[in-house]
């Protein structure tokens, strides 16, 4: 069974940071491209950055570059998010997904997932 476990979320003041964790389980995480996506209340789900099964290559919506960093380690099966700089509108629910690794770039990758985690709520006050 394969599980997605996000952690690090909460509450934080614009302009500090934060960083979230998922580890993976029941999934060989090393042929998995991941990605982390947020939701905010009355919005659709968005790719927030993503990473290659190796983590040789990466993507960043535009509103977050510069600012946020994702990150693997293949050995702990597990994907970062620093976030950096933080505003309050990147106030959302944060979702971990996995990709099974496809030979397409990685952000057309994540409009395919197939799995995902249960979300952690980030929360920027201004």
């Known amino acids: 069974q394969v599980q997605l476990v996000e952690s690090g979320g909460g509450l934080v003041q614009a302009g500090g940071s934060l960083r979230l964790s998922c580890a993976a389980s029941?999934?060989?995480?090393?042929?998995?491209?991941m990605g982390w996506f947020r939701q905010a209340p009355g919005k659709e789900r968005d790719v927030v950055a993503a990473?290659?099964?190796?983590?040789?290559?990466?993507y960043y919506t535009d509103s977050v570059k510069g600012r946020f960093t994702i990150s693997r380690d293949n050995a702990k099966n597990t994907v970062y998010l620093q976030m950096n700089s933080l505003k309050p509108e990147d106030t959302a629910v944060y979702y971990c997904?996995?990709?099974?690794?496809?030979?397409?770039?990685?952000?057309?990758?994540?409009?395919?997932?197939?799995?995902w985690g249960q979300g952690t709520q980030i929360t920027v006050s201004s």
């Open positions: 029941g999934l060989t995480f090393s042929t998995y491209a």
């Open positions: 997904a996995a990709k099974r690794a496809v030979p397409m770039p990685i952000v057309q990758a994540m409009g395919s997932i197939d799995y």
């Open positions: 990473i290659s099964w190796s983590g040789g290559s990466t």
